[in-house]
């Protein structure tokens, strides 16, 4: 199998988010309860792995922070979207959209302030018009 060439960084320091094949996050729920996330870094792989005791509702929205600055990953003005910078595997720098809702698999790789990648089973439910000031 071939190993994934993106890595991911935090939009707001920068700091590299990837070990391995997963993107590393902090989470946390609207009642408090945290953790630490692996996220495949595969776009379009929703696979996630999580302690055991940190349980997710369907359609329950969760915050993810970066877990070097603790910086809020949320896609202003979309609270439903978090954003995260990646390097693909030509070097080249892009930013990736995707859902904080636990359930919607909904991933976007923006380039030149257009989608330029949709994954994911839910991605025509974001118009993509509103997030053009995502910050």
Do not use: Q, W
Request: hydrophobic content about 35%.
């Amino acid at each position: 199998m071939a190993e994934n060439r993106n890595t991911y960084y935090c939009p707001a320091c920068s700091a590299s988010l990837s070990i391995g094949n997963n993107v590393v996050l902090t989470v946390k729920k609207e009642n408090g309860e945290g953790g630490i996330i692996f996220l495949d870094s595969k776009l379009g792989d929703y696979t996630k792995v999580k302690h055991s005791s940190l349980l997710f509702e369907e359609g329950e929205r969760v915050f993810l922070h970066c877990p070097v600055c603790r910086k809020d990953l949320l896609c202003i003005p979309d609270y439903n979207l978090a954003r995260l910078m990646m390097k693909d595997e030509n070097e080249e720098y892009l930013t990736v959209l995707f859902s904080v809702i636990y359930g919607k698999e909904i991933t976007l790789v923006i380039k030149d302030k257009m989608v330029h990648k949709k994954y994911g089973k839910h991605h025509d439910e974001i118009n993509f018009e509103n997030l053009s000031f995502c910050k």
